[in-house]
Structures are given as structure tokens and as C-alpha cells.
């Protein structure tokens, strides 16, 4: 049966839709793939790029367009919090709750955020099967709720997204570093522009696994030598995946590509160091190697957040690491990180759920009755972190700590 295409305006096309089938403009070129979500950004982008009239499959008539169509517009105000967003630092949106207790409602939020993510990676792996991706427009809506969130409340996003988990599939573990990366940025200056390339970097970056046709769920700490090799082509996978999108840039497919590039040039798929590695990379490796570290796997626990950001800081030392990412990541999650727990001197324990104003040693607690520990206005003082108990954690100890040698692309540790 021959495809059937309705001519329409883009003031018929329906926000908070999705098209079942590919959206073309009138000349034949691709607009968006099938099942992508026609949101108010998506629409706004067709008409910044003078789309007047798009071509759909007649079966997506009733679904996606509106009887009685007006144009979509933004009221002033949040036309000129919009552009601020793109053109300026993300920091300087960041709205200041330092003194206020965790919110149940963005919790909430929150947790409709990543199963929202989790369905648009399953589309994803259904186009993949096909080995054809036609559009990323979910990945930026993604990435942009989740640069909301933290600009509402950074520290409860990074927190509660962030944090060590007892598990973390491919999925998961993209989510938590779209949001430690983006954190990480905007600490950095990044714009709004920015930071959203380089949460779409973190979300794609490890798309190839799912083109690949195996199984890489085996720990890489107990890969043989072929395996490896077969396991470090997934970056330049992950790139062909996307190269066709027009939604990702250059830039972006040279970001994706050197995620796993070290500072020192003893990373891969190249080998390319320092200057010559994109700063989103550089970025997206400080928090992948955390997430490395704390994330439990089949050859070992997962390690404390304190004591693994302890063992970044002494591989940076080293070189591992640009050192720039490292200030900037250390200042995000401080010494002992946002959503780990920690014993006081009272004895009591209680989870971080803020950063210090100063320094890096008193956070703000909220102890298991749910109160709030400012530890800059009491007595009490942080003794050691300790175990999460809902997390398959160790601790490593201070020698230890300074004589292991560990590296991203081969992590088993080793000590002295």
C-alpha cells in the first residue's frame, strides 16, 4: 500500500503529541522521526528555521494536529528567561535553597523525570533495531527538564539523582551523568546552550552497547584482552548511531566519541590528551570514573562517595584527570557528596542533602527523622562517612587510598 502525506500548517501541529510516523518539511527532508515528541520547543525550532507547512503521514491526522490551531508563542517574561538560559551562565539562574529541607513535591517530580527518560530510551532501542536513528528531540527534553530541575533546586537534583545506587543499568547510569555533568558545567560558566550539548552528549554517549548485538553487561574488571578491545569501539558506534541526526552537532559527536579519553592520553578510542580532548568530554570522564567507582559490580562493592572522590583526587594528581573538572566536580558533591551519609560526633547518622556555603566540610543533614543538621550553626561535626545501607558499599582506607592504582579503562585496582 502506497504512504499517504496530508499537507499542513505548523500552527495545526498539536504540543504534547507524539508521531507515530516521520514528519517531513515540503521539499521530502526528514524533520522528525517516527514516535518523536512534538513539544512547544519542538515546534519552536521548526518556526525559527522558517518551517511554514510540514508533510505527515495521513494516519497521524487525527492524532497530532488541532481543529481550531493558534500559534505558539511565549509570554515575554519567559522569552527573556529563555534566551538568558542559552546565551548566559547557568549559575547565575541557580535559585538559592540552602535553607530549606528537601521538597516531597520535586521528589516527586523527579522520579516522573527518569521514568519518562527510561521510555525515551526504549523508543531509542526500538529505532535501533532498525539501525536507523531519525530524531533526538526527547534526549533535549530530557536534558532541558532536568536543567529545570536543578536550576529550581540544584542540590536535591544532584542529590537525589546522583546519588550511589545498588544498582544502575545503561540507562540509569546515562541519567546520573546527564545530571552530574550538567551540575559539573554549570559550576564551569557554561551556558544554557552548553549545558544542554553536553547533557544530550552524556544521554547518546553510550548508545553503540545497544547497536552492538552483545552482551556487555560482564564487569570490564573481567574482560580478557578481546573483549576489551571489542568493548572500546563502542564510542565510535555510538557516533555512527547519530550521524545522521541533524540535531547533533560536530561538536557534540566529537564530545561522545572522547568520553573515555583521558588527560594524560592513556584513554581510548584514540588516545588523545589534554587540549586536544573537548570539554564536554573532559567533563563526562570525571563523572563517568565516579560513577565507575561507586556504582557496585560483579567483582566488587561499590566504594563510599568520599572515599572514591579521595581516589580521583590522587589519580588527578597523576594526571588522569584535567584538573580544572576535578576543582569544579570537588565543589559539587564537597567532601563527603550530596546523597551519601555520614556519623557526626553525637554519634548520630544522617544523609547530606546540601552543600556548605563555605568550604567543603560542613554540609547540611537531614538525620532519619527527617530533621535538618546545619552543621556550620552547631557543635556537631562530621567523624567519617559511612556504608549506605541500601547500597552494596566498602570504604577504602587512607593508605590504601594513597598507594592503589586504578584506571577507567582498566579498573581493576591494584595497591602499592
Given at each position: 500500500m502506497s504512504q499517504s502525506f496530508v499537507?499542513?500548517?505548523?500552527?495545526?501541529?498539536?504540543?504534547?503529541?507524539?508521531?507515530?510516523?516521520?514528519?517531513?518539511?515540503?521539499?521530502?527532508?526528514?524533520l522528525l522521526g517516527r514516535n518523536a515528541s512534538i513539544t512547544t520547543d519542538v515546534i519552536r525550532n521548526l518556526r525559527d528555521r522558517d518551517v511554514a507547512q510540514l508533510r505527515i503521514?495521513?494516519?497521524?491526522?487525527?492524532?497530532?494536529?488541532?481543529?481550531?490551531?493558534t500559534p505558539i508563542a511565549?509570554?515575554?517574561?519567559?522569552?527573556?528567561?529563555?534566551?538568558?538560559?542559552?546565551?548566559?551562565?547557568?549559575?547565575?539562574?541557580?535559585?538559592?535553597?540552602?535553607?530549606?529541607?528537601?521538597?516531597?513535591?520535586r521528589t516527586q517530580e523527579l522520579a516522573d523525570s527518569l521514568i519518562m527518560a527510561k521510555a525515551h530510551f526504549e523508543v531509542l532501542r526500538d529505532?535501533?533495531?532498525?539501525?536507523?536513528?531519525?530524531?533526538?528531540?526527547?534526549?533535549?527534553?530530557?536534558?532541558?527538564?532536568?536543567?529545570?530541575?536543578?536550576?529550581?533546586?540544584?542540590?536535591?537534583?544532584?542529590?537525589?539523582?546522583?546519588?550511589?545506587?545498588?544498582?544502575?543499568?545503561?540507562?540509569?547510569?546515562?541519567?546520573?551523568?546527564?545530571?552530574?555533568?550538567?551540575?559539573?558545567?554549570?559550576q564551569m560558566g557554561m551556558t544554557g546552550l552548553?549545558?544542554?550539548?553536553?547533557?544530550?552528549?552524556?544521554?547518546?554517549?553510550?548508545?553503540?552497547?545497544?547497536?552492538?548485538?552483545?552482551?556487555?553487561?560482564?564487569?570490564?574488571?573481567?574482560?580478557d584482552e578481546g573483549e576489551l578491545w571489542e568493548y572500546r569501539k563502542h564510542p565510535l558506534v555510538s557516533v555512527s548511531c547519530v550521524s545522521e541526526v541533524p540535531q547533533i552537532t560536530d561538536g557534540i559527536q566529537i564530545a561522545m566519541e572522547q568520553v573515555?579519553?583521558?588527560?594524560?592520553?592513556?584513554?581510548?578510542?584514540?588516545?588523545?590528551?589534554?587540549?586536544?580532548?573537548?570539554?564536554?568530554?573532559?567533563?563526562?570522564?570525571?563523572?563517568?570514573?565516579?560513577?565507575?567507582l561507586t556504582?557496585?559490580?560483579?567483582?566488587?562493592?561499590?566504594?563510599?562517595?568520599?572515599?572514591?572522590?579521595?581516589?580521583?583526587?590522587?589519580?588527578?594528581?597523576?594526571?588522569?584527570?584535567d584538573p580544572r573538572v576535578m576543582r569544579a566536580f570537588l565543589y559539587i558533591e564537597t567532601l563527603f557528596p550530596l546523597g551519601s551519609i555520614?556519623?557526626?560526633?553525637?554519634?548520630?547518622?544522617?544523609?547530606?542533602?546540601?552543600?556548605?556555603?563555605?568550604?567543603?566540610?560542613?554540609?547540611?543533614?537531614?538525620n532519619i527523622e527527617g530533621h535538618r543538621i546545619d552543621l556550620e550553626l552547631g557543635d556537631s561535626k562530621v567523624l567519617r562517612p559511612v556504608c549506605d545501607p541500601d547500597v552494596d558499599q566498602i570504604r577504602l582506607s587512607p593508605d590504601v587510598m594513597e598507594t592503589v592504582r586504578w584506571h577507567p579503562s582498566h579498573p581493576r585496582m591494584h595497591v602499592g
Open positions: 499537507t499542513i500548517t505548523l500552527e495545526e501541529l498539536s504540543a504534547g503529541t507524539v508521531c507515530k510516523h516521520p514528519i517531513e518539511d515540503q521539499r521530502g527532508l526528514l503521514d495521513a494516519r497521524d491526522v487525527e492524532s497530532i494536529c488541532v481543529d481550531d490551531a511565549l509570554s515575554p517574561e519567559r522569552e527573556r528567561l529563555e534566551g538568558i538560559a542559552k546565551s548566559s551562565p547557568v549559575r547565575d539562574l541557580l535559585i538559592d535553597r540552602h535553607d530549606e529541607s528537601l521538597s516531597a513535591e529505532q535501533l533495531s532498525g539501525n536507523v536513528i531519525l530524531s533526538t528531540t526527547g534526549f533535549f527534553e530530557i536534558a532541558n527538564n532536568y536543567a529545570q530541575s536543578m536550576v529550581d533546586d540544584h542540590d536535591q537534583t544532584v542529590g537525589e539523582v546522583g546519588a550511589a545506587t545498588r544498582t544502575c543499568d545503561l540507562d540509569e547510569r546515562a541519567i546520573r551523568m546527564t545530571v552530574l555533568g550538567m551540575a559539573v558545567a554549570t552548553q549545558t544542554l550539548e553536553l547533557g544530550l552528549t552524556a544521554l547518546l554517549h553510550d548508545i553503540g552497547f545497544y547497536a552492538m548485538g552483545r552482551d556487555f553487561s560482564k564487569s570490564i574488571e573481567l574482560m573515555h579519553e583521558q588527560f594524560d592520553g592513556s584513554g581510548y578510542p584514540r588516545g588523545v590528551k589534554a587540549h586536544r580532548i573537548h570539554n564536554y568530554a573532559k567533563i563526562l570522564n570525571v563523572v563517568d570514573s565516579y560513577l565507575q556504582c557496585p559490580t560483579n567483582e566488587r562493592r561499590g566504594i563510599v562517595p568520599h572515599d572514591a572522590l579521595g581516589l580521583m583526587l590522587h589519580q588527578a594528581s597523576r594526571g588522569l584527570f555520614v556519623e557526626l560526633t553525637s554519634g548520630e547518622v544522617a544523609r547530606v542533602i546540601r552543600r556548605p556555603r563555605k568550604g567543603f566540610a560542613n554540609p547540611v543533614l537531614q
